[in-house]
C-alpha cells in the first residue's frame, strides 16, 4: 500500500506518487490544476505519539512526510519544529462553534537547527528528488529559498538552476554557486525573472517550482492544522 496520494484541490482526482505527479508535469491529469495537497495512509491514531518531547529533526515526522523510504532521507541538520496545542483555539472554536476540538499547529519558525524553515522545505524536496531519481529542477526565487535548495539539491545529486532578479544580494548568488549550481541573473525584476525560469522549464522539460501550491513546499513549510475530536483531517496549506 502506497503511505500518501496527492489529491488536486479541485477536482478530487488522486495521483498515487510523486513520481507520478512528475510525469504529469506536477499538475492534475483532470483539470491540470497544480494545486494540491498530500493525504497519508498512516493511521492517525498514531499522531499523537509524535507530538510529545523535543525531536531534534523534522524527519521525526517521517510517518506524516510524502517519503516512502527512510534511505533517501537528505538532511543536515536543518531542526525541527515543534507541533504545539494552541488552547486558545480549542476554546474558541467550542465557545463560538460548538466544535470539540485539539488545534494542534506546527509552526514553521520555530526550528531549533539552522533556524531557517526554508531549509526545512529543501531537506523534503531533496528527499523526494532522491527517491523519485529527478536530477533536474529550477526555480525563480528572491534569494531565501534558492540559497537553502541550492544546498540540499547540491547534497542529493540534483541540478538547480536558479533565476533571481537584478536586484539580488552578491553574497547570496556566490552562496549558491558554491555548492555548484547555476545562477541565472535577470536583468529586471522578480516577475521578469519568474518569466524567465518558466520559459527554460519549457524549453528544457525540466521541473520548476509551482511556489506556494507546490505540495512539495506545502508539505515542508505548512502550518498544519491536525484536528482532532469531531473534525480530524491533515491540512497542508501554504504557510
Ligand atoms: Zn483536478
Known amino acids: ?43 492517525y491514531a498514531t499522531l499523537p505519539s509524535l507530538l510529545t518531547g523535543k525531536p531534534e529533526s523534522f524527519w521525526h515526522y517521517f510517518d506524516f512526510l510524502p517519503l516512502l523510504d527512510k534511505a533517501h532521507i537528505v538532511t543536515c541538520k536543518e531542526g525541527a519544529i515543534p507541533v504545539e496545542n494552541w488552547e486558545f483555539l480549542d476554546k ?83 552562496e549558491m554557486r558554491s555548492w555548484g549550481q547555476e545562477v541565472v541573473i535577470a536583468d529586471g525584476d522578480y516577475a521578469y525573472a519568474k518569466k524567465m525560469a518558466a520559459e527554460y522549464a519549457i524549453d528544457n522539460a525540466v521541473l520548476i517550482s509551482a511556489g506556494n501550491i507546490d505540495p512539495i513546499r506545502s ?7 491536525l484536528y482532532s475530536g469531531s473534525q480530524r483531517r491533515n491540512r497542508a496549506d501554504c504557510y
Open 219 to 225: 508539505n515542508g513549510l505548512y502550518a498544519g492544522y
Open 92 to 174: 474558541y472554536a467550542h465557545d463560538n462553534f460548538q466544535v470539540d476540538c485539539r488545534v494542534m499547529v506546527y509552526r514553521n519558525d520555530l526550528n531549533g537547527g539552522t533556524n531557517t524553515f526554508k531549509d526545512v522545505a529543501a531537506s523534503l524536496a531533496a528527499s523526494i528528488f532522491k527517491e523519485t531519481a529527478i536530477h533536474n529542477f529550477c526555480v525563480a526565487s528572491t534569494g531565501n529559498t534558492a540559497t537553502a535548495f541550492s544546498k540540499y539539491l547540491s547534497l542529493a545529486g540534483v541540478k538547480f538552476t536558479v533565476f533571481v532578479p537584478a536586484c539580488v544580494s552578491a553574497d547570496s548568488v556566490e
Open 1 to 43: 500500500m502506497n503511505k500518501y496520494q496527492i489529491k488536486c484541490v479541485h477536482c478530487g482526482t488522486v495521483t498515487p506518487s510523486f513520481a507520478l505527479w512528475f510525469l504529469q508535469n506536477q499538475c492534475c491529469p483532470n483539470c491540470k490544476s497544480k494545486h494540491a495537497e498530500v493525504e497519508y495512509d498512516t493511521d
